[in-house]
């Protein structure tokens, strides 16, 4: 069976980009492939976070995890930081990678703009995709489900996987990044130029757990443009397109059958049709996710989970260790 892993980062609250782009695949793939899931909490600290904060992020992201039908009996999910294997490779990754490439990277470079002239930059968010690439060659992954945002990280990943393959012979499987046709990046609804993302907050995020009366008043004041016909139309209608690649991507149907289906229906009532397929999924979620957090089952499944993880990780380890003269 080939083997996929994915991660989130507890950055912050959960959002419809990451449900979409990234959950919604693991749960379909649980099924075909041997899976690892985890929650990227190391990834957390490369920009500053409260520990209160990553805390609850950190849990929140599990019951998510669980509520949307991760099930732990055939996916490994577990933390990061249980697993000390992940930062010893990273150290690893990180000698064995250079500052031209690492620079390269559009997240190191999106989001060290946002830092202003005076502020500093903190080095892990510079060395982030190298951890991100011990991530994945620790456990062999084929496969790596992700939005478009982290498909560069995982192209990275194959070139510090080929070059040390060449430099110490066949040690890590090349991975392969897997991203949805539909759905890989979900774009804010009051800024559709830019992608939904959990750590920065904009008034056009949809968040997982929000209360759905917000969600709800946030789609129907999507920014759209005024022509008033629905069409699929990137360059020239990114506030419609996103709204039909949201509702496409939840209910199954694809664009093309939205597009006929919402001929000649106004705006309004568009919007009125994905709010009520937004809402009613993420109330399900949301009742799921309050019975996890009232049951005490999440501690159980990260130590299980941390366990097979180590197993797996600690073999490999051992192996890199070898191979470059420290055991
Ligand atoms: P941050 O703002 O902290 O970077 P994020 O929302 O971008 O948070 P990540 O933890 O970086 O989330 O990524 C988790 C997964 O969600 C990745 O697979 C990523 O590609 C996917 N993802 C994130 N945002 C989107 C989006 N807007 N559309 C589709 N997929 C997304
Ligand atoms: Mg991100």
Do not use: W
Not at 117 to 137: Q, R, V
Request: glycine share 6%.
């Amino acid at each position: 069976m080939k083997r996929m892993l994915s991660g989130i980062k507890p950055t912050g609250q959960l959002t419809l980009g990451n449900y979409i782009g990234a959950i919604k695949q693991f749960i379909e793939y649980q099924d075909e492939y041997e899976m690892l899931v985890f929650i990227a909490d190391l990834h957390a600290l490369t920009l500053p976070i409260d520990a209160k904060e990553l805390r609850k992020n950190t849990k929140d992201l599990i019951s998510v995890y669980l509520a949307c039908g991760l099930n732990p009996e055939k996916v490994t999910l577990f933390k990061q930081s249980d697993v000390h294997e992940h930062a010893e490779l990273g150290y690893i990754m990180a000698c064995n990678s250079y500052m031209g490439e690492l620079s390269r990277m559009t997240q190191y470079k999106d989001k060290t703009a946002r830092i202003s002239d005076h502020g500093s930059i903190p080095t892990g968010i510079f060395i982030y995709p190298t951890l991100m690439a011990a991530d994945i060659l620790l456990y062999d992954a084929d496969y790596i489900p992700v939005g478009l945002d982290q498909k560069q990280h995982v192209e990275l990943t194959r070139d510090l996987a080929i070059r040390f393959n060449n430099h110490y012979s066949e040690t890590f499987i090349v991975p392969e990044p897997i991203t949805p046709k539909t759905g890989a990046k979900i774009s804010s609804l009051s800024n559709p130029e830019k992608k939904m993302s959990k750590s920065e907050s904009e008034k056009g995020t949809l968040y997982l757990l929000e209360d759905l009366a917000i969600t709800r008043k946030k789609i129907m004041s999507a920014v759209t443009d005024c022509d008033n016909e629905i069409k699929y139309d990137m360059e020239h209608k990114p506030g419609i397109s996103n709204l039909l690649t949201i509702l496409s991507s939840l209910t199954g149907k694809s664009i093309d059958e939205l597009v006929q289906e919402y001929q000649g229906a106004g705006y309004g009532t568009f919007k009125k049709a994905v709010a009520d397929v937004v809402c009613n999924e993420l109330a399900e979620l949301q009742r799921k996710v309050k019975e996890i957090q009232e049951s005490n089952i999440i501690e159980n499944i990260l130590e299980e989970g941390a366990k097979k993880a180590s197993y797996l990780a600690r073999k490999k380890l051992s192996k890199v260790y070898r191979k470059i003269g420290l055991q």
